[in-house]
């Protein structure tokens, strides 16, 4: 069967729109004993970190998809809680945690394109955690848009609810910049602090929020902004004006200095989404700026409507994605999404405080949005009675003043039982137009769909891959960007995990 497997993988599929290439599935890599990481592109390979039972390497894919190496990375321990990689134009860091004995490890590992050293694992930092098996990670990793400034921080909890950080701000090389030891206080329980992002000029940002009640939405919060050499934190408050909000959503914006943020936003606890809440702040002038309640026209909440009332209409949407232009304005995604449960109801506040959802309110990770270092359709996304519900996606185009330009819906249906492994979508910015891949679902089989979007709202859709045709099964929001053309996809073909590049 492998010989003939290399007949099809490494062959490029070519239409008028997209040329796609497929690895062929290595012989290890069944999917229900593999996890993986799509690094990205390095030199010009396509990096892809494996994990099968504890046994990790790095598998180096050419430009043709083809197999130039699988490289064992036997310095690594059998067991890891944890690693997150960082990759460069000539290299990539490995940032990993481990633990042994009373002890865990955070060491970080620059590799070229061949996945070799360029120079020893250096150690970051390390902490006492006692004799209990640690499961969950301790370190936190985020870096710039433009990966020049790199973040690794941990928190502890003391028993007056203070939040205690441990940051270490590294170059591109892992060389130590700066570390802090700040302290911000949480007054109840409740309180959490989520979003995290890092500006190419080093000043890591995040916000601290407290809802309405357990389980509620947002009643109070703040931006809490740490400059890069200097050992404290800036704590802004929202004027929130009696409204509640939903999560609040990041960006940064470095080309203006400012940190765009953005939240659905709502009259009453557990009402209606009524539209958004947006601004920015300016961390020169150590001040937000513009920020202003948005209200959905009616028009806008009609054409959103999936089967409800309008006025309940944004009511299971959530915020995907941001792009801040360089005019001032920014372009929202949201994605209409739901589950169905014989053993619960649904409960959008009780999905936002849950570890499985896109973001995590609840403790042990109320300080960091939980996600999966890898992707394994049996670790995280597979919920026996369950039904998940992933259908219109809406694009809102806002100029600098907070009015609606333009606005747009994908109209898809996506429903699977189980496992959501397949469902979502795949946004991919190449500059003049953005383009929403996804699987469409047609007499039985997946299709491929991509749309695009001009700047002017306009949506096309390209020619459709019929993703099945030869066995694949696709997973667009597992999809990494590896370029400004180039997007890798993973798929399963007979129970193998490979890798789809797209150039579009």
């Not at 003939?4 to 290439?21: C, E, K, W």
């Not at 369950?386 to 898809?412: C, E, M, R």
């Not at 946004?427 to 469409?440: A, P, R, S």
């Not at 180039?486 to 579009?504: G, H, L, M, T, W």
Request: aromatic fraction near 16%; glycine fraction near 6%.
């Amino acid at each position: 069967m492998l010989i003939f497997l290399g007949l099809l993988y490494g062959t490029p599929y070519v239409s008028d729109a997209q040329r796609i290439t497929y690895s062929r599935p290595e012989q290890d890599d069944d999917y229900r004993n593999t996890e993986f990481e799509i690094i990205g592109k390095v030199g010009e390979h396509i990096e892809v970190f494996k994990n099968n039972r504890d046994h990790y390497a790095i598998s180096v894919y050419n430009q043709d998809m083809e197999l130039e190496k699988r490289v064992p990375l036997t310095f690594l321990p059998r067991k890891l809680i944890n690693v997150d990689f960082i990759p460069y134009d000539d290299h990539f860091q490995m940032i990993y945690q481990f633990q042994r004995n009373n002890l865990v490890y955070c060491y970080g590992v620059s590799l070229n394109e061949d996945a070799t050293f360029t120079d020893p694992p250096v150690l970051i930092d390390s902490s006492e955690v006692g004799s209990y098996e640690v499961k969950t990670k301790i370190y936190s990793v985020q870096h710039s848009d433009d990966k020049s400034q790199v973040m690794i921080y941990k928190i502890n909890r003391d028993k007056k609810y203070n939040n205690i950080f441990y940051t270490f701000l590294l170059d591109a090389r892992l060389q130590l910049q700066n570390n802090s030891r700040v302290v911000i206080p949480l007054e109840n329980k409740r309180n959490f602090l989520s979003n995290f992002l890092l500006t190419n000029d080093g000043n890591f940002a995040f916000v601290k929020l407290s809802p309405a009640g357990s389980g509620d939405n947002i009643s109070e919060a703040q931006l809490v902004v740490k400059a890069p050499t200097v050992d404290s934190f800036e704590v802004h408050d929202l004027d929130l004006k009696g409204k509640y909000l939903d999560e609040i959503k990041l960006k940064a914006d470095n080309m203006n200095k400012k940190i765009f943020l953005a939240s659905f936003y709502y009259l009453q606890r557990r009402g209606n989404v009524e539209g958004l809440y947006a601004g920015e702040y300016n961390w020169d002038q150590h001040q937000f700026e513009g920020l202003k309640f948005i209200t959905f026209s009616d028009e806008l909440k009609m054409n959103a409507r999936v089967q409800v009332s309008q006025n309940s209409a944004f009511n299971n949407y959530f915020i995907r994605n941001l792009v801040v232009r360089n005019d001032g304005g920014f372009l929202l995604t949201a994605e209409s999404y739901y589950s169905s449960s014989r053993y619960q109801p649904w409960d959008r506040w009780g999905y936002l405080s849950s570890p499985w959802g896109y973001s995590a309110y609840s403790y042990p990770y109320y300080y960091s949005p939980y996600s999966p270092w890898y992707y394994s359709p049996y670790y995280w996304d597979n919920n026996r009675g369950t039904t998940y519900h992933y259908d219109y996606v809406a694009i809102l185009s806002y100029d600098g003043s907070g009015k609606l330009q333009w606005s747009n819906f994908i109209p898809k249906e996506q429903t699977a039982d189980d496992n959501a492994s397949f469902l979502s979508y795949k946004m991919v910015n190449i500059g003049n137009e953005l383009l929403f891949t996804y699987n469409e679902l047609f007499r039985r089989s997946y299709l491929l769909t991509a749309v695009s979007v001009t700047p002017d709202g306009k949506l096309g859709k390209l020619p459709t891959l019929r993703s099945l045709d030869r066995g694949y099964a696709w997973m667009p929001r597992f999809g990494v960007q590896v370029s400004a053309r180039q997007v890798v996809i993973p798929c399963i073909y007979r129970n193998y995990i490979c890798f789809a590049k797209i150039d579009f």
